[in-house]
């Protein structure tokens, strides 16, 4: 009975392969140069010089709850890719990207259930991936090397998500950020590693329930206000308007670049476990309007100031308890904020209330 049980349970599972295309994938794309051939089973869907359409063809062959594994590597040009609900795509070649204006190289939207297991990307797209109205979405390993553009974006203006998790996402080279999200209730987050990044490294908005593991950061957001990891627009405030601790990061490393960890325009509810942070270009870390913001430990050594600020568009930043050892740069709290619990240990000059 019970093993009946767990059979039927497993069977409603769709199993991550160990490996890129291991296993029997219900359908896969092969191929390179000129000749890409698409097979669903032993069902030839696609063959011709069109890598996007070769994928998109096996993609469209297949029913939720199926796998596609692109085994070729090429490139999909100005294009977009399209996922539908409960499909599950593994780039196991590198999928080369370009640019096409608001769009995802990859997109999933208004989708349940979608998986991506392994993604490798390179290229300069507009966005990397795109999503907006997902539930159960689960994306792997995902590394992309680009020369520009976005990774992962989840959309402003758009349909909200629920429950989504991402595995070990790197990003080298983007322009912009390499995780951007919006819209969020539900979000599992291994590790996000940021290498020479325009922007952000890790970007909260209006993103609830959130735990993720590690954000490091290296050379990200280089001369600009952002930061490694920075949570802004309403980040980590509940529906009922409170900002009860709901988004919770074990770690964040940065190395130079912009900021380390900024917190902005009403964001909150965050605790962060620890905090390795050197030589950042910008605040080591700037707080700002923020509400309940808990940092419990770790170093800061050089680079900019650890900042607790406040600009009069919003009240006045609150309830922030920071335990850190700051050695090489100073800590100033201006204005004071409501209800700060400094625990500072190293050296440096120190102007906190
Ligand atoms: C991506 O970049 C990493 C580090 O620079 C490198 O090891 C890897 O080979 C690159 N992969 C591709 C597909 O470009
Ligand atoms: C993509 O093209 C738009 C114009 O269509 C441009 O503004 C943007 O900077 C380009 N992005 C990348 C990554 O090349
Ligand atoms: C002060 O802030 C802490 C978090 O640092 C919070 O737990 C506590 O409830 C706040 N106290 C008041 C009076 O708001
Ligand atoms: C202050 O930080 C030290 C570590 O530097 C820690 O041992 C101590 O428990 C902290 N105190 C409070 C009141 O949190």
């Known amino acids: 009975m019970l093993r009946i049980f767990i059979l039927s349970v497993l069977a409603l599972i769709p199993v991550v392969q160990a490996q890129c295309g291991s296993g029997t994938p219900d359908a896969r794309v092969t191929g390179s140069g000129s000749t890409f051939t698409a097979t669903r089973g032993s069902t030839n869907v696609y063959t011709g010089s069109d890598y996007r359409a070769a994928i998109q063809a096996a993609l469209d062959s297949i029913s939720s709850g199926q796998r596609v594994s692109v085994i070729a590597s090429g490139s999909i040009g100005a294009n977009t890719i399209t996922i539908s609900s409960g499909k599950i795509f593994e780039g196991c070649g590198t999928i080369n990207v370009g640019n096409k204006s608001g769009r995802g190289a990859i997109e999933s939207t208004n989708t349940q259930n979608v998986q991506i297991p392994y993604l490798t990307m390179t290229g300069n797209p507009y966005f990397g991936l795109r999503f907006s109205g997902t539930s159960g979405l689960n994306l792997g390993t995902i590394t992309m090397n680009l020369s520009g553009g976005l990774g992962i974006r989840f959309d402003r203006d758009a349909a909200a998500n629920s429950n989504v998790k991402m595995g070990t996402i790197t990003v080298t080279g983007a322009g912009s950020h390499a995780v951007e999200t919006w819209n969020i209730n539900g979000l599992e987050i291994g590790s996000v590693i940021a290498r020479n990044v325009g922007e952000s490294g890790l970007l909260l908005q209006k993103t609830t329930n959130a735990n993720v593991g590690l954000v490091d950061g290296n050379n990200v957001g280089a001369g600009t206000g952002y930061a490694t990891f920075r949570m802004a627009n309403n980040n980590g405030q509940l529906s009922n308007g409170a900002y009860t601790t709901n988004v919770r990061v074990n770690k964040v490393?940065?190395?130079?670049?912009?900021?380390?960890?900024?917190?902005?325009?009403?964001?909150?509810?965050?605790?962060?476990?620890?905090?390795?942070?050197?030589?950042?270009?910008?605040?080591?870390?700037?707080?700002?309007?923020c509400y309940g913001v808990n940092i419990r430990g770790g170093t800061v050594n050089g680079g900019g100031e650890v900042r607790i600020s406040a600009r009069s568009e919003f009240p006045n930043t609150r309830d922030i308890s920071i335990t850190l050892r700051v050695d090489g740069t100073t800590v100033r709290e201006s204005p004071c904020g409501d209800n700060t619990t400094w625990n500072l240990s190293g050296n440096g000059g120190r102007t906190i209330c």
């Not at 130079?256 to 270009?281: H, K, M, P, Y």
């Open 253 to 289: 490393v940065s190395r130079g670049g912009g900021r380390g960890v900024f917190c902005v325009s009403q964001s909150g509810g965050v605790e962060i476990t620890t905090v390795d942070l050197a030589n950042n270009g910008n605040n080591a870390i700037l707080i700002e309007n």
